[in-house]
């Protein structure tokens, strides 16, 4: 059984910064190319992050330059660094897990950014 328990997110004024993490039970998060997704009320969920199990890393647009995905493989963990945040920001924040055949999905975070 995967797991994926995200943790981090608050409320935060805009141009304030957090850090969200999400911990990966099970044998699968080396291999996989874990990723953040957001989904703001009355919208699709959408792209936010990802990183490789190489590290390579993609961004979606709206947040380049101010959010930063990272992976610590000893312990399991994926971050979102996000700073200058904007209250278009507001959403709740999913963990991702994603190999070939299945992906995984955290139970996501609320993350508030106030004007």
């Known amino acids: 059984q995967v797991q994926l328990v995200e943790s981090g997110g608050g409320l935060v004024r805009a141009g304030g910064s957090l850090r969200l993490s999400c911990a990966a039970s099970g044998s699968i998060f080396r291999r996989s190319t874990m990723g953040w997704y957001r989904q703001a009320p009355g919208k699709q969920r959408e792209l936010v992050a990802t990183i490789a199990s190489g590290g390579n890393t993609n961004y979606a647009d709206s947040v380049k330059g101010r959010f930063t995905i990272s992976r610590d493989n000893v312990k399991n963990t994926v971050y979102l660094q996000m700073g200058s945040l904007k209250p278009e920001d507001t959403a709740v924040y999913y963990c991702?897990?994603?190999?070939?055949?299945?992906?995984?999905w955290g139970q996501g975070t609320q993350v508030t950014v106030s004007s």
């Open positions: 991702n897990a994603n190999l070939p055949l299945v992906a995984y």
